[in-house]
């Protein structure tokens, strides 16, 4: 199994600002992810964080606007630019072993923009 | 397209009842299909997993079954109680990402 820490675990930001969440996982793995829960949705994938190199981004969402970084296979950045109302949502880390192909997902970031 | 539904969208049942959940995707190419759980504003609690060779998973009062064939699984919950009030979520996987449906929201009356 993999545990998953963020940082912050909820943030009230105001419009315009940007915010990094931070992922630590316990052991390394290879798969990554990054993903956004807005108020009464299921859970929609913004990207795939890769180790050293860029990020591969889902349809709707763009680098500019969720620039990621992943310097190692333990720790990855969720960077929310420019925030709107519209951008207040859980964030989620979640990993991915490639022994078992089971997903663990971290406790959230709670974020409200005002 | 994978598409992943799950029903129903909410259930209410008094405590100690027997349950089951349901869940259907279009596509049988899974390698394996899991169900979590989601308390309110917290992250998710993975419960079960079935590889697409298996055809049921336990853990305690939980049971799930997978029919790939059919494009089916189950979420059997026994004797259940008030804690486990919660969205139960499922999901498959056809490559590298997961596809969810958008979950079933459970409330066990005391």
Redesign the interface.
């Known amino acids: 199994s993999a545990v998953i820490s963020q940082k912050p675990s909820r943030d009230i930001c105001q419009r315009g600002t940007s915010l990094t969440i931070q992922c630590q996982v316990d052991s390394q793995v290879t798969?990554m992810?990054w993903y956004r829960q807005q108020p009464g949705?299921?859970?929609t994938?913004i990207a795939?964080a890769n180790q050293g190199s860029e990020a591969t981004y889902e349809s709707g969402f763009v680098i500019d606007k969720f620039p990621i970084s992943r310097p190692n296979l333990t720790f990855s950045t969720l960077t929310v630019s420019n925030m709107s109302p519209e951008d207040s949502s859980?964030y989620?880390c979640?990993v991915?072993t490639r022994v078992?192909?089971?997903?663990?997902?971290?406790?959230?970031t709670?974020l409200t923009v005002t | 397209k994978q598409e992943v539904t799950q029903i129903p969208a909410a259930l209410s049942v008094p405590e100690g009842e027997n349950l089951v959940l349901n869940c259907s995707f279009t596509d049988s190419a899974i390698?394996?299909l899991?169900w979590?759980r989601q308390d309110p504003?917290?992250?998710?609690?993975?419960l079960l997993?079935i590889?697409s060779s298996q055809r049921e998973q336990t853990s305690g009062r939980l049971n799930a079954s997978l029919d790939k064939s059919s494009g089916r699984s189950t979420l059997y919950i026994a004797a259940s109680q008030p804690g486990d009030s919660a969205t139960y979520?499922c999901?498959v996987?056809p490559d590298?990402?997961?596809i969810?449906?958008?979950?079933t929201r459970l409330h066990i009356l005391p």
């Open positions: 798969m992810f949705q299921s859970l994938l795939t859980i989620l979640s991915s078992s192909y089971e997903q663990y997902f971290g406790p959230g709670r | 390698y394996n899991q979590f504003g917290k992250g998710l609690t993975s997993l590889q979520l999901a996987r590298d990402k997961i969810f449906g958008k979950g």
